[in-house]
């Protein structure tokens, strides 16, 4: 069966690159978007979100923020305004961004831009999302004891 080639790229670095997934799921900006091998080719533009991808029963997460997503034959790539990897994401830091922008939301003081306000929020509740998922991963995957 056929596997998907893939890169994400963000204005600084090439993040990652991998072959032989069998699946990419982004979030596109009108909803969450899955591609499978032989995808239809594709251009479209990303949202802030999680970007997953899947490899047997494997799983990688990436926190994205805008950007566009490419899809050529069995070739993915995406080219983000901002990318991290799980395991570059500080989750102490992310926690404070997070208590932040919900602090600012609540005292809402005048002058106040709210769509970069809500921006920040998603931003930070993604990286948050994103960071948690592969600090519990490595205890699902532990192996059991037999008895």
């Known amino acids: 069966m056929a596997k998907l080639r893939f890169e994400l790229v963000s204005p600084e670095r090439i993040v990652h690159s991998d072959d032989g997934l069998d699946m990419v799921i ?19 533009a990303l949202g802030i979100g999680e970007l997953r991808l899947r490899k047997g029963d494997e799983e990688e997460s990436f926190a994205v923020h805008g950007g566009f997503l490419e899809v050529l034959g069995n070739k993915v ?25 919900e602090r600012r939301y609540r005292e809402r003081p005048e002058g106040l831009d709210m769509a970069r306000l809500q921006a920040a929020l998603r931003r930070s509740r993604v990286r948050l999302k994103v960071a948690r998922r592969r600090r519990r991963r490595p205890r699902m995957e532990m192996p059991r004891e037999e008895v």
């Open 26 to 44: 982004a979030p596109g900006a009108d909803g969450e978007l899955g591609i499978l091998p032989s995808h239809a080719p594709l251009l479209t």
């Open 77 to 101: 790539i995406v080219m983000a305004d901002v990318a991290e990897r799980a395991d570059e994401i500080d989750l102490a830091r992310a926690e404070e961004a997070r208590e932040r922008a």
